[in-house]
């Protein structure tokens, strides 16, 4: 079992910055791929990044590519999306989530675990 809260959303103008923080419990946090999906209202959820359990590869949408960065540190059993450059379109709630077995990075339904999500607001 493995739970998962996020942190770190809000509302900010455009052009902006947030950094999203994941916190994961679980001795093995380490041997897990992990991504970070959003979902706007009236919207499916949609990949956002991935990292592997290394924090060797990296895996981005192209809609956030460039602008968006995920990071781990397995010390800390944690996981970050800094989000550089925020537009409206990125409004959504994120959520962060836990690939136990490899699978499809950017597939929701290869993860495992999820956290409850938090908000972010991009004004115009």
């Known amino acids: 079992q493995v739970q998962l809260v996020e942190t770190g959303g809000g509302l900010v103008q455009a052009g902006g910055s947030l950094r999203l923080s994941c916190a994961a419990s679980?001795?093995?946090?380490?041997?897990?791929?992990m991504g970070w999906f959003r979902q706007a209202p009236g919207e499916e959820r949609e990949f956002v990044a991935a990292i592997s359990w290394s924090g060797g590869r990296t895996y981005y949408a192209d809609s956030v590519k460039a602008r968006f960065t995920i990071s781990r540190d397995n010390a800390k059993n944690a996981v970050y999306l800094q989000m550089n450059s925020l537009k409206p379109e990125d409004t959504a709630v994120y959520y962060c989530?836990?690939?136990?077995?490899?699978?499809?990075?950017?597939?929701?339904?290869?993860?495992?675990?999820w956290g409850q999500g938090t908000p972010v607001t991009v004004s115009s």
């Open positions: 989530a836990v690939q136990t077995l490899s699978g499809r990075y950017y597939s929701s339904s290869d993860y495992d675990y």
């Open positions: 679980g001795r093995t946090f380490n041997t897990y791929n």
